[in-house]
């Protein structure tokens, strides 16, 4: 069971609405469905909360170090209160997938994320579960770094807010660790725009009533 959930990000805000942040938003809005406040706590280097679902501890934590640091405050929190890597669930921004589209996994690479690979580095150890918020790809590899620390444009913030709000939909079965449930819902793409309606084709000629018998 999940016992640990952190959103990745960027302190500050003008990173506040960039693309790296969706693990701080998919976070504040798990902690606005669990009505807790996320409080300042320099022990574990970042913003948390604890809170409990059906009498177990819960933990909600968003690392105030910039990204490349971020295990530093996942590993201390994990540390003191002796929760093992299979028990925490990280949400990080992911550029492999388009925005709107979730992916939920466990273990696995870092795939050259910068939080990921302090998460492993310091909890020695990349037995645990992530949360990939699709975030789309710039197309050029060397646009990558522009492109996490940009703003969306708005069809495609609204598409990354639709996935969150479908995350946070799913966080009953996360918790319980039910995960095949919750990633059958997690994994349902977000559903296609209608096709506007095609024209209507253009009336028929009137044909006049003599056309036929004049004489």
Same mark, same amino acid.
């Given at each position: =069971?999940?016992?640990?959930?952190?959103?990745?990000?960027?302190?500050?805000? $003008?990173?506040?609405?960039?693309?790296?942040?969706?693990?701080?938003?998919?976070?504040?809005?798990?902690?606005?469905?669990?009505?807790?406040?996320?409080? #300042?706590?320099?022990?574990?280097?970042?913003? =948390?909360?604890?809170? *409990?679902? $059906?009498?177990?501890?819960?933990?909600?934590?968003?690392?105030?170090?910039? =990204?490349?640091?971020?295990?530093?405050?996942?590993?201390?929190?994990?540390?003191?209160?002796?929760? +093992?890597?299979?028990?925490?669930?990280?949400?990080? %921004? $992911?550029? %492999?997938?388009?925005?709107?589209?979730?992916?939920?996994?466990?273990?696995?690479?870092?795939?050259?994320?910068?939080?990921?690979?302090?998460?492993?580095?310091?909890?020695?150890?990349?037995?645990?579960?992530?949360?990939?918020?699709?975030?789309?790809? #710039?197309?050029?590899?060397?646009?990558?770094?522009?492109?996490?620390?940009?703003?969306?444009?708005?069809?495609?913030?609204?598409?990354?807010? +639709?996935?969150?709000?479908?995350?946070?939909?799913?966080? #009953? %079965?996360?918790?319980?660790?039910? =995960? %095949?449930?919750? *990633?059958?819902?997690?994994?349902?793409?977000?559903?296609?725009?209608?096709?506007?309606?095609? #024209?209507?084709?253009?009336?028929?000629?009137?044909?006049?009533?003599?056309?036929?018998?004049?004489?």
């Amino acid at each position: =069971m999940i016992k640990l959930l952190v959103g990745l990000g960027n302190p500050g805000p $003008e990173y506040e609405d960039t693309r790296h942040n969706a693990g701080f938003w998919w976070l504040e809005a798990v902690a606005r469905e669990l009505k807790v406040t996320l409080q #300042p706590e320099r022990s574990y280097f970042g913003v =948390m909360a604890r809170t *409990t679902w $059906e009498g177990r501890p819960l933990w909600l934590l968003e690392p105030m170090t910039y =990204m490349n640091r971020s295990g530093q405050a996942v590993g201390a929190l994990a540390r003191f209160f002796k929760i +093992a890597p299979e028990e925490i669930l990280v949400a990080h %921004d $992911e550029l %492999d997938l388009p925005p709107g589209e979730l992916k939920l996994k466990k273990g696995g690479g870092h795939a050259g994320h910068n939080g990921l690979r302090d998460i492993h580095a310091q909890l020695g150890n990349s037995d645990y579960w992530r949360l990939r918020i699709g975030i789309g790809h #710039p197309g050029d590899k060397s646009e990558v770094a522009n492109w996490v620390l940009k703003k969306p444009a708005p069809d495609q913030r609204e598409a990354l807010h +639709a996935s969150i709000d479908r995350a946070v939909r799913a966080l #009953p %079965d996360l918790l319980h660790g039910r =995960m %095949d449930k919750a *990633t059958a819902h997690i994994h349902t793409s977000k559903p296609p725009r209608p096709k506007p309606p095609r #024209p209507a084709p253009p009336a028929a000629a009137t044909i006049p009533p003599d056309a036929t018998n004049r004489t």
